[in-house]
Structure formats: structure tokens, C-alpha cells
């Protein structure tokens, strides 16, 4: 019954649906047969009904995307006719009146008809339009996706390149990183700063990693000029692409040797293409990354191109913060080894020292060592540390080195009474800060016995080791940091301490560097160094100050050694013929090569106060 009341046929209500639904209604028979198309599908296929009644279903409308036919046996709408199961799907294409395919989401299903074999109903609508849109949504994901592994493959480039100033190291890593994602194999070639000389720092192959190791090493001469691809990379600053021409498939032979080099890459590695990039700053090119393809994966695309140019650019201004870094240490270190100062070797005493800088900072700071042979024939030991590890605290560190020397030296007094003068100069006379030192003085006759004679403004407390390995922190001396009397008004003052040196035995002078860091608090440290020292007592004194760096492993703060190593009794006495100890092949010393030992004329570069006197003027032991 409709709205006005009024019952409709049936069959004129089927024909008001079939004539005007929105959707392509096909009837076919069991042979396939059109028996009956609705408007909307004469529309969708751009063909009148009379043209479709009586032709088969498939054969005239049913193609793939490109047009071709499809065999009758893979029909899937046809199926409904043999097994009477509804299908449907949405990856068919219908062949229009004008050649052109039109892709549909479709059902089929049976078609009961009356004293004849069962035929089919198609029911379809036109997705051009929602399949354009997914496939356009997915092309934006596809590309999301590979932007978005584009953009963190060069976050951990970039990761790479700032965690550490080991260049070779971290170009053999980001050489990694680049295969497989935008490389099967690369390669990296870097300019060692000689003129003309290159060398292959890295290759990396995902398939051939044994052929890749035996490609590094020393490439021949990059000629003055020269076409081939390495060769304008590592002149330029754009990236070079290298065609099948160029990877070792071409009939022409190479040019220069440095050619063939590039080409054996290709030849051992294989290769239909690649690019060159420059690993370059603003200041200069450093030298370039090949990156290339092989089997079946595509050439390079302009993107990629851009990227690889993008990862040399950032390659090149990290080796350019290395250089720069490296530069302003040389010239940190150069200043520190003239602030240091080399050690008189007198009679049979023997002392080294070491210094070793901060990780975190320029290669210069406030720690130092000192020793010098005074006037009345004493020899002097400091150890200092002034506050801070820049370039300033070195500055107050030679002021107050000075000042210690020009007062030990003016007068011949005990320790205690040179502390208090330098306490007092540095308030007045010096913008230096707040500085810990041990001064000592070695005193007694010529083949002993001898004895320390020192005080101590603040700083860790000397050791003894013993030469069957005892040892004991010689703790008196103790008085305030220097810079805190004088300004504080306080009227402090230093204790003078003195102790026995037993023969053969070390005297050890260090900054507290060597004891404590973040992770070891300095009472461990310190027992630490007990331990070491006292296996290490029997070793020659350079052998000890180095096996005890390397076991203490110092971390973060700058570290000065000074050590004393004493002779055995007699040695060096009136009428002894021993000769004095040879400075040895691991003699080492912090300072420049260029700088005598203070007291004394320099005599050599090998051996400073060797023929120095004899202590002959030193006071007896009390």
C-alpha cells in the first residue's frame, strides 16, 4: 500500500526499484547471458541495454585494470552460476562502451527464474573515486613512511657524527648505517692533509664484508686534474653520480691509477650505480662518501641523492668541529708543557712526573708539579692545584709556581715560613684564587741518609712506599689552603713535618685527580692508591708512575704525579764509584723538550743536570 492508501502490483513496484536504484543492476542467464540491464548500469558501462541483451556477461564487460581479458574459468561472478554462493569484492574492472575501465565494488548472487536453470544478478557501483582516494591515501602513507625512516636514519647519522672526535671510528660508523637503507655498499675517502694523498678510511658491504676490509688503506695520488667521479667530489661540494659507465662496465680503460681504485670498488663489490658525495664545510672539503646500488635495486632518485648530500654536509662539519677541537688542543697541550717545568736528576736521586688533563676540558688547567735544586744544595718538591680547568686557573697556576720558586730560593728557610711569605704575596700582590700545595724539601748528605722536610697547604698528604712495599701517608705538615689566611685575617699558619726516607723507598706526590671522581669517593681512591703503590714499590720510578695512572684509571679531573725514588744507602757517597742510574728508555718527561730543568744549565736535551752538584753544601742531618 503506498501513501494514498492504494495497494501496488508487484511487478510494477519491482520495475519502479530496478529502473530507478542507484546502483547497476546486470540479469544474466545460466549461460551467462545479459537478460536485463537497469539505467544505471547502461550508465556505469556506457552501453545501451539492446547492445548488452544476449551477449555473455564476462566475455563482454569483465577485464583487467589494463584492459586485457581475463579467462572465463577465473570469474568469480560467473561462480555464482556453478555453485550458487553469493560473492562479492571490490578489485573487478568492467570494460565501458568507450574502451575504458572502470573499477566496481560488486555482489552476484543466484537468480531463481521460473521453470528455467538458475542465472545471476550483478549488483555494482562505480569505485574510480574511493579507489583513487585509498590509493592515494596510501601513496601519502608510502611516503610518510619513507620520510619518516629518512628522517631517523639522519637523526642517528647525526648521533653518530657528535659522539665522539675519533673521526676514522665514527665515519666507519655512519658507512654502516647507510646499508641496506640507502646503500648496499659505501665507502669513505678522506684527504690526509699531505698534499695530493687520500685514504679509503672505511668500506662497508652488507653481502661482502671480507673484500670490503681488504679495500682500505692508501689510495694512489688524487691527480692535479682529473674528470672521474672521486676526483670531483673530493675537489667540489655537489654530489656526483656515477653511471653504469663508470662502475668498471665500460670498455674504456682508467685514466690514472687513483681512477682504477675507485673502479675496483665496483669490480670487487659490484655496482650499477652509485653517488659520490663531498664530506665538506664552508671552510674546506675533507673528503667524499660513495655510496652505490647493486642487483636489482633502483638508481639513485633526486630525494636520495639529497639526502646522501645532506649526511656529507653534516660528515664534513663534524670532522671540521674535529679538526678544530684538535688544533685547540695542540695548542692547549704546547702551552702546558712549557708551564710545566723538566726535573734535575741529582747525585742517584731519581724523580718523574706525569700530567694528564681533564677528559672534559682543553688540555690546560690548574694542576702542576714542581722541582728544583735550591742554593744551599737541597733539592725541592711541590705539588700544586689551583682552583678551576681553563685557561685562567693555568695562568694563577704560574703565578703562584713563580711566586714559590723566587721565595724558596731568596732565602734559605724551613718550609713552613716560605708557605706563610706565599700565602701572604698571593692575597696581595695576585688575583689567583684559593690553592692547595705541598712543599717539600729533600735534604741530606750525599748517599744518605735522608730525610723529607715539607709542609702541606691543603693538599692530599704525600705517600711513602717502602721498598719491600709498606707504605704510609706522611700526614703532618697540615695548615689552611693558600688564600684563606691572609684574606681571612685568620693568623694561620703551617706546621713543619719531617720524616726519614728509607733507602730504595718512593716518595709520592699527586693531585687529588688521581683519588677521586664522580663514581669513586676519594677514601677508596685513596686506598686504592695504597694497594697499587706498594705492588708497584720495586719498579723503576718511571715504570711506577705509569702502571699507577693505568691502574688508578683517573677519570675527570686533572692529575699531576711526582715521584721520588731513593737510591740505595751509600750510593753516590765520597769515594763511591756507582755510576748514577740511566734515565732509561720510558724516561719521560710532562714538559716541553725545548725547556731546561730550573737550577741549572741545561746541558742536553736527553740529560738535563746530569753533571749537576753533588750536594756537597747540603746541612747534616739533625
Do not use: K
Not at 501496488?8 to 526499484?17: C, F, I, K, T
Not at 548472487?109 to 544478478?121: F, H, M, N
Not at 642517528?156 to 676514522?168: A, F, M, Q, T
Not at 763511591?576 to 719521560?588: F, N, S
Request: charged share 25%.
Amino acid at each position: 500500500m503506498n501513501a494514498t492508501g492504494r495497494t501496488q502490483e508487484p511487478g510494477v513496484l519491482l520495475r519502479a526499484v530496478f529502473e530507478d536504484l542507484g546502483a547497476g543492476v546486470i540479469a544474466a542467464d545460466a549461460t551467462g547471458g545479459v537478460i536485463a540491464a537497469n539505467p544505471r548500469a547502461e550508465q556505469l558501462v556506457a552501453r545501451p541495454a539492446p547492445e548488452m541483451l544476449g551477449r555473455n556477461l564476462h566475455d563482454l564487460l569483465h577485464r583487467n585494470a589494463d584492459g586485457s581479458g581475463i579467462p572465463r574459468e577465473r570469474c568469480r561472478m560467473l561462480r555464482v552460476l556453478a555453485d550458487g554462493r553469493p560473492a562479492e569484492g571490490s578489485d573487478e574492472y568492467l570494460l565501458r562502451g568507450d574502451g575504458v575501465t572502470v573499477p566496481i565494488i560488486w555482489s552476484a548472487s543466484r537468480l531463481r527464474l521460473a521453470g528455467e536453470p538458475d542465472g545471476l544478478v550483478l549488483v555494482f557501483h562505480d569505485f574510480s573515486v574511493r579507489r583513487a582516494a585509498e590509493e592515494q591515501t596510501a601513496a601519502h602513507l608510502a611516503a610518510l613512511e619513507t620520510l619518516t625512516a629518512r628522517l631517523t636514519l639522519v637523526a642517528e647519522v647525526s648521533s653518530v657524527l657528535i659522539s665522539s672526535l675519533d673521526v676514522p671510528a665514527v665515519l666507519r660508523r655512519v658507512g654502516r648505517l647507510l646499508v641496506p637503507e640507502l646503500a648496499d655498499w659505501t665507502a669513505v675517502d678522506v684527504h690526509t692533509g699531505q698534499p695530493g694523498e687520500v685514504r679509503r678510511v672505511a668500506v662497508h658491504s652488507g653481502t661482502d664484508p671480507v673484500s670490503a676490509g681488504e679495500l682500505e688503506g692508501s689510495l694512489p695520488l688524487l691527480p692535479e686534474a682529473s674528470g672521474a667521479p672521486l676526483a670531483r667530489a673530493l675537489r667540489g661540494t655537489r654530489p656526483v653520480p656515477v653511471s653504469a659507465a663508470d662502475t668498471g662496465g665500460s670498455v674504456r680503460e682508467p685514466d690514472t691509477p687513483f681512477t682504477a681504485a675507485h673502479r675496483q670498488l665496483f669490480e670487487r663489490l659490484g655496482g650499477h650505480s652509485a653517488v659520490v658525495v663531498p664530506l665538506h664545510s664552508r671552510r674546506q672539503v675533507y673528503g667524499a662518501l660513495t655510496a652505490a646500488r647493486t642487483g636489482d635495486s633502483p638508481p639513485y632518485s633526486e630525494d636520495e641523492t639529497m639526502l646522501l648530500a645532506d649526511i656529507g654536509r653534516r660528515a664534513g662539519l663534524a670532522m671540521d668541529n674535529a679538526r678544530l677541537f684538535d688544533q685547540q688542543r695542540h695548542v692547549a697541550e704546547a702551552m702546558q708543557r712549557h708551564l710545566l717545568t723538566p726535573l734535575p736528576q741529582v747525585d742517584h736521586l731519581r724523580m718523574a712526573a706525569r700530567y694528564r688533563p681533564a677528559e672534559m676540558a682543553a688540555e690546560i688547567g690548574g694542576d702542576w708539579y714542581d722541582a728544583f735544586l735550591l742554593a744551599d744544595g737541597a733539592v725541592t718538591m711541590v705539588i700544586g692545584d689551583v682552583v678551576g680547568h681553563d685557561l685562567q686557573a693555568a695562568a694563577h697556576m704560574a703565578e703562584v709556581r713563580n711566586m714559590l720558586r723566587a721565595l724558596a730560593w731568596d732565602r734559605q728557610e724551613p718550609p713552613s715560613l716560605v708557605m706563610r711569605r706565599l700565602d701572604e704575596a698571593m692575597t696581595n700582590t695576585s688575583d689567583a684564587p684559593m690553592a692547595t700545595v705541598v712543599f717539600a724539601r729533600v735534604e741530606g748528605d750525599e748517599g744518605g741518609p735522608w730525610q723529607l722536610h715539607w709542609v702541606n697547604a691543603g693538599h692530599p698528604p704525600p705517600l711513602l712506599a717502602a721498598a719491600d712495599g709498606r707504605t704510609r701517608w706522611l700526614e703532618g705538615g697540615h695548615g689552611p689552603l693558600l688564600g684563606m689566611s691572609a684574606t681571612l685575617r685568620l693568623g694561620l699558619s703551617w706546621p713543619d713535618a719531617r720524616e726519614d726516607l728509607p733507602p730504595e723507598s718512593t716518595v709520592l706526590f699527586y693531585t687529588d685527580g688521581l683519588v677521586e671522581s664522580r663514581n669513586r669517593p676519594v677514601d677508596t681512591g685513596m686506598a686504592l692508591l695504597c694497594r697499587h703503590a706498594a705492588a708497584l714499590a720495586r719498579s723503576d720510578v718511571e715504570d711506577f708512575c705509569d702502571e699507577l695512572l693505568e691502574r688508578m684509571d683517573p677519570r675527570g679531573d686533572d692529575v699531576a704525579l711526582l715521584a721520588l725514588r731513593l737510591p740505595p744507602y751509600g750510593a753516590g757517597a765520597p769515594g763511591d764509584d756507582t755510576p748514577q742510574p740511566a734515565r732509561g728508555r720510558r724516561a719521560h718527561s710532562p714538559a716541553d723538550a725545548s725547556r731546561s730543568a730550573p737550577g741549572a744549565e741545561a746541558l742536553g736535551a736527553d740529560e738535563v743536570l746530569a753533571d749537576a752538584p753533588r750536594g756537597t753544601a747540603r746541612p747534616p742531618l739533625p
